[in-house]
């Protein structure tokens, strides 16, 4: 067992003790005893890194390993510090407690994403102590705020630091890497290579207010209401993005069975609880989630509001927005909350190619097949800004029955021991020979 392996675990469970919860309202515990956690173990095998503060207690940790080929490209490592919090009376442990139990070390952040911060530590503290130099120069990054839009974290760093990322034209971070058993002689690794886009919307009517016992023809919750009705009964089309329909494709192969794509179901019943992941890229989605109005019961309002959660396809955001427009209506406007772009990259290049040779050196059975994520990451939401390709690559061997999509965000989150030594094993290799 390499001194990696030996160690992934401990600094998983270090990692979890540390609560680093995001409110996401700046009244968390932030990030800096997390980063201070990863800095010392950095420094005890005489790496420098880089620490920035964006606001009191928003610790970011950067640190560069100089590869033995200056004319390569930089590869990115990033991952985040922050977890969402976690209500301990749902929990069978305590969530901060880095609980190891059956194989499985238990706490928040386990899968999301300690255990990929765990993984970057326990290689480079290895690559350090061998004296190995990776052929490219690598960028290691722990960043602060991604569960909550990434403000003190990447959006800091790639704004006001960009020099720390010069060179660097790729890189790889979380939600991606892990298994699916088809059968003992076949696992599918899901890469990540897409991301939808996000559109958060307020919707606004305006009315006239008045008296709840009176006649009113120009009621703005009424007109709202009425939006919110047709936004929420309306079936968006099966559109298949070129990454999720190479997986589809992937699947049905893998599985052999047929492949409809007007009518894929019957793939989709294949990847079982992954389907949570996967299940909600074959369509945009736009999802009514508030609803807000009035101040007495017999007051008619003069405005009334709405907010919807809108998930959009690579390549389809105009027809997305055409589609919203006309069932929110004239009466009823829209405002972002939040808009981002949706993310795609063809899943070729050298990058991808070492991945798949490095999942394939240790476990044999291996087959990459890209994905496409309906939520967002760090990847997506500021380092593509920076022209930077990114792709969801944490290398988990999984055990055929774990529900790893109910490990996200969910109660009881866990993540086994050999999946991690199995992680650092893929990575050393991917980390020295891209």
Not at 203 to 220: C, K, V
Not at 224 to 237: D, L, N, S, Y
Not at 328 to 335: D, L, P, Q, T
Not at 392 to 419: I, N, S, T, Y
């Amino acid at each position: 067992m390499t001194p990696a392996e030996k160690e992934v675990a401990d600094l998983c469970v270090e990692l979890i003790r540390v609560d680093s919860s995001n409110y996401g309202d700046g009244t968390g515990p932030g990030e800096r005893a997390a980063a201070e956690v990863v800095m010392a173990r950095l420094d005890e095998v005489g790496i420098e890194s880089t620490y920035i503060e964006s606001e009191p207690g928003r610790g970011n940790v950067v640190t560069r390993v100089e590869g033995s080929d200056s004319s390569l490209p930089a590869l990115l490592v990033h991952g985040h510090l922050d977890v969402v919090p976690a209500n301990a009376a749902d929990w069978s442990v305590d969530p901060f407690a880095g609980e190891v139990r059956d194989g499985y070390i238990w706490g928040r952040g386990a899968v999301d994403m300690k255990d990929m911060d765990a993984m970057m530590l326990a290689v480079l503290r290895q690559m350090k102590r061998e004296g190995k130099k990776p052929k490219r120069d690598i960028v290691f990054a722990w960043v602060a705020d991604e569960e909550a839009g990434g403000v003190y974290g990447a959006k800091h760093l790639t704004a006001h630091h960009p020099e720390l990322f010069e060179g660097v034209t790729e890189s790889i971070s979380e939600v991606g890497g892990y298994s699916l058993e088809v059968d003992p002689s076949l696992r599918l690794y899901l890469i990540e290579t897409a991301q939808k886009g996000l559109a958060w919307m307020k919707l606004i009517a305006d009315g006239t207010a008045g008296h709840g016992s009176m006649l009113n023809s120009d009621n703005a919750v009424t007109e709202v209401a009425k939006a919110v009705a047709r936004i929420g009964a309306h079936e968006w089309p099966i559109t298949l993005t070129p990454t999720v329909r190479t997986f589809l494709t992937e699947v049905a192969d893998a599985f052999q069975i047929p492949f409809d794509p007007a009518n894929p179901q019957n793939v989709l019943d294949k990847i079982g609880p992954l389907v949570r992941f996967v299940g909600a890229t074959l369509s945009h989605t736009s999802n009514p989630t508030q609803l807000g109005a009035g101040y007495k019961s017999n007051v008619i309002p003069g405005q009334a509001t709405a907010v919807v959660d809108g998930r959009f396809l690579p390549g389809h955001e105009e027809d997305f927005f055409k589609t919203v427009d006309s069932l929110i209506g004239e009466k009823v406007r829209r405002e972002f909350v939040h808009h981002d772009i949706a993310l795609e990259t063809t899943f070729d290049g050298a990058l991808v190619e070492s991945m798949i040779a490095a999942l394939k050196a240790e476990d044999p059975t291996a087959r990459a097949v890209p994905y496409c994520m309906s939520g967002g990451t760090d990847n997506k939401t500021f380092f593509a800004d920076l022209n930077i390709r990114g792709f969801g690559f944490v290398p988990l061997r999984l055990p055929k029955d774990m529900d790893f999509a109910a490990m996200f965000h969910g109660v009881d989150e866990r993540v086994p021991v050999e999946a991690l030594q199995f992680g650092v094993r893929v990575l050393d290799r991917l980390l020295l020979n891209y």
